[in-house]
Nanobody, 124 residues
Framework: VQLQASGGGLVQARDSLRLSCAASGRTVSSYGLGWFRQAPEKEREFVAAISGSGGTTYYADSVKGRFTISRDNANNPMYLQMNSLKPEDTAVYFC??????????????????WGQGTQVTVSS
């Protein structure tokens, strides 16, 4: 599975931004997809994930209620809609894929495939 993330940028606090992740390769609908982020000098952390069918989603507490993950298997892309952005959301965001279930799988090691990161910077 090959992943390509895009959509990052520089925004102000309380603004919105939508990230996209295009997936190609094997049967993408068999893979759960997720977003992680990594701020400078910090560990890569889980943000959100969505099941292969798109019917199940899972969020980190820090983004619950502000971010929405979605996917359209017919047209491929996965999205992360980020609303009410905060300066602490500043990070490089990565999309990732894993075969099978997503619930409870929040460590980067649980995901076998990764895209390149896209920078999100939120100014105060």
């Amino acid at each position: 599975v090959q992943l390509q993330a895009s959509g990052g940028g520089l925004v102000q606090a309380r603004d919105s931004l939508r990230l996209s992740c295009a997936a190609s390769g094997r049967t993408v609908s068999s893979y759960g997809l997720g977003w992680f982020r990594q701020a400078p000098e910090k560990e890569r952390e889980f943000v959100a994930a969505i099941s292969g069918s798109g019917g199940t989603t899972y969020y980190a507490d820090s983004v619950k209620g502000r971010f929405t993950i979605s996917r359209d298997n017919a047209n491929n892309p996965m999205y992360l809609q980020m609303n009410s952005l905060k300066p602490e959301d500043t990070a490089v965001y990565f999309c990732a894929a894993r075969y099978g279930a997503i619930y409870g799988y929040t460590h980067p090691n649980h995901y076998a495939y990764w895209g390149q990161g896209t920078q999100v910077t939120v100014s105060s």
